[in-house]
């Protein structure tokens, strides 16, 4: 790929920018590190808002319509109930995954292809919660939406009487 490693993390970034915008209600995040190797970067940002597991699999789904919409190919989705993941891969050769860690804690990851060495710089996306360093806590925000342990509803509405 004919950019440099600079430019693949500006690209991480975005695609990280528009997975997480499209997740409503918002939820918080933080960056989680960026990794270089010799010819290819790595950004990642971990989820700060509480997700129940009664709303994993909302959330997930959400995220792979998104991926899906935006011309991702999804390569593998690990259905596990206690660690979901999902892994795709952008029109360009990026590689993007949400994975479910320990506490219920979502991470999503960035890994672009081989590109041209450079010096990469720290984002420019400012986190929209606190910026944490290293060790990054378990989530501790509370969504009235996403920390709920009330199952959405699927029922279809009813006409009322007139």
Partial sequence: MDITM????????AMLDA??????????????GTSTGSCDV???????TVISKERR??????????WEKSGYRIKSVNKSEKFPAIFAQSPDGF?????????????????????????VADP??????PDYDYPIPRPN???????????????????SAS
């Fill in 6 to 13: 600079q430019q693949a993390a500006e690209h991480a970034d």
């Fill in 19 to 32: 997975t997480l915008g499209a997740i409503k209600p918002t939820v918080q995040w933080t960056h989680s």
């Fill in 42 to 48: 790595s950004r990642s940002r971990t989820v700060m």
């Fill in 57 to 66: 699999g909302n959330f997930l789904g959400v995220v792979q319509r998104f």
């Fill in 95 to 119: 590689g993007i995954s949400l994975v479910v860690g320990g506490a219920g804690q979502v991470a999503f990851e960035v890994d672009s292809p081989c590109v041209k060495p450079s010096a």
């Fill in 124 to 129: 420019t996306t400012p986190p929209n919660g």
């Fill in 141 to 159: 925000v509370r969504s009235d939406f996403w920390s709920s342990t009330a199952p959405i509803s699927s029922a279809a509405p009813t006409a």
